[in-house]
């Protein structure tokens, strides 16, 4: 079946450092949804992107769909401490009946 | 606050008990999902309604019992749990569920249930 993996698990950055996490299906997507969610709470979306090679920003953070549709990135530029938390990525199949989360990648900020 | 509210929020349970979550969304949407979400697996898709039709059951056991009365409301009724039931459930609603576009998820704060 479908598998989605994200790499790192952990990531433990100094406040203002970059951070990235990365995130690979096993199949062809058609599309892929990010989240945070913070310690204690509940996932809370952050962005959809659909069309292959695309890049989205939302201000500090950089969403990537890669090319084959089968990879995608989050890039946050200069961390803060209000950053922490586990970002997970979640992609549909292209048959639109699997919906699978990535493990997620937890990230701590160092003040 | 995401305009979707889960009761209870902390429920322990025996394995012969039968219990129900809720889950309420004020948001409009006609999709709604049951997650679960424990400390060793990710985030796993339970049940997805889609205009109060289920339209998926990803293999998951039959102790647990989705119901949709209408688009705001959705339960899941649990009964005979084992242990390793126990784990965060999350609520979730959508504008809708189509294919290819599943669009932006709201979750609810989610029930931490342990079963003894």
């Known amino acids: 079946g479908q598998q989605v993996m994200q790499i790192p698990q952990y990531q433990h950055v100094q406040e203002g450092e970059d951070f990235t996490t990365y995130c690979n299906s096993s199949?062809?997507?058609?599309?892929i949804q990010w989240y945070k969610q913070r310690p204690g709470g509940h996932p809370v979306f952050l962005i959809q992107?659909?069309?292959?090679?695309e890049v989205k920003k939302q201000k500090r953070l950089t969403f990537q769909f890669g090319e084959a549709k089968k990879n995608s990135s989050l890039h946050i530029t200069a961390t803060q401490t209000t950053d922490v938390g586990t970002y997970f990525c979640?992609?549909?199949?292209?048959?639109?009946?699997?919906?699978?989360f990535g493990p997620g990648t937890r990230l701590s900020v160092l003040p | 606050e995401t305009g979707v509210t889960q009761t209870p929020r902390h429920l322990v349970m025996g394995m012969t008990n039968k219990k129900s979550l809720k889950c309420e969304q004020h948001?409009?949407?006609?999709?709604m999902y049951w997650y679960k979400q424990s400390a060793k697996k990710p985030l796993e898709l339970m049940f997805v309604?889609?205009?109060?039709?289920?339209?998926e059951n990803n293999s998951v056991p039959s102790r647990f019992s989705p119901e949709c009365p209408n688009s705001s409301h959705l339960f899941l009724h649990l009964h005979t749990l084992q242990p390793e039931d126990s784990a965060l459930y999350l609520c979730?609603?959508?504008?809708?569920?189509?294919?290819?576009?599943?669009?932006?998820?709201?979750f609810g704060p989610g029930t931490r249930l342990t079963v003894t």
């Open positions: 979730a609603s959508s504008q809708d569920w189509t294919w290819g576009s599943l669009g932006e998820q709201y």
């Open positions: 199949t062809t997507l058609s599309n």
């Open positions: 992107l659909v069309k292959s090679g």
């Open positions: 979640a992609g549909m199949d292209n048959y639109g009946q699997n919906f699978v």
């Open positions: 948001l409009g949407h006609n999709a």
């Open positions: 309604y889609n205009f109060k039709e289920q339209t």
